[in-house]
């Protein structure tokens, strides 16, 4: 099946740095991806839809400053993490649709950032 | 955000017996469902899908079922194996809006 990689896996950062995530496609382009947010042993929780070429609709209660998404080609999307603080520290996974496909979603693995 | 942030519910099976896993879906709209798996630390991995004009679809091992009148998803494993042992959430889209809106989750425990 299609390959959504995510990069880094783990990320350790002191307070106040940005992270950078990376979201790539490796076997597909995709039009649209997905930026979630996942606490421990919580449900993921969507914090903005990215399209190619567009600014990200971010969800309700996400602060777009905060969390910046670019999704510049049609393989890869970013999510920086600026100014982080330890209450950012959670599990980030990101997704792809296919272009032009019926709705299935391809998962990264996920990328853990912690804040100290 | 839309998708609810609850502690994960718990299920223990015995390893052979079949699994009952439940998910109430929050929007009428919604028409495509899918059942993902997680395993810890890692992304979620599909499992298996139904549309909205469906309400049974099998799979290996794993069947759904969907009931619009009550807003209800269902996923069955049979005979239940120790690599079942994760957290599964169902998600809802509507693939006219592009999203995908996560359950809660359901912790599967397989008891050897």
């Known amino acids: 099946g299609a390959v959504v990689s995510q990069h880094p896996s783990r990320v350790i950062c002191k307070s106040g740095t940005s992270v950078k995530i990376e979201c790539r496609s490796l076997d597909f382009q995709a039009t649209t991806m997905f930026w979630y947010r996942q606490f421990p042993k919580k449900s993921l929780m969507l914090m903005a839809t990215?399209?190619?070429?567009?600014?990200?609709?971010?969800e309700q209660g996400v602060e777009k400053d905060k969390f910046l998404i670019n999704h510049a080609s049609l393989t890869l999307s970013t999510l920086t993490v600026t100014s982080a603080h330890p209450e950012d520290s959670s599990f980030y996974i990101c997704?792809?649709?296919?272009?032009?496909?019926?709705?299935?979603?391809?998962f990264g693995e996920g990328s853990r950032l912690t804040v100290l | 955000g839309e998708s609810v942030g609850l502690h994960l519910p718990t299920l223990s099976v015995q390893e052979g017996d079949n699994s009952i896993i439940n998910c109430a879906y929050s929007?009428?709209?919604?028409?495509?469902f899918i059942w993902y798996k997680q395993e810890s630390g890692k992304g979620p991995q599909f499992i298996i899908d139904?549309?909205?004009?469906?309400d049974k679809r099998q799979g290996q091992r794993v069947t759904v079922l969907l009931n619009k009148t009550v807003k209800h998803l269902s996923l069955q494993i049979a005979a239940t194996q120790p690599g079942d042992s994760a957290v599964y959430f169902c998600a809802e889209i509507r693939t006219s809006y592009d999203k995908v809106i996560f359950g809660p989750g359901t912790s599967l425990s397989v008891i050897p």
């Open positions: 139904i549309r909205s004009n469906m």
């Open positions: 929007n009428s709209a919604s028409d495509y």
């Open positions: 990215s399209n190619e070429g567009s600014k990200a609709t971010y």
């Open positions: 997704s792809a649709r296919t272009h032009g496909g019926t709705g299935e979603l391809f």
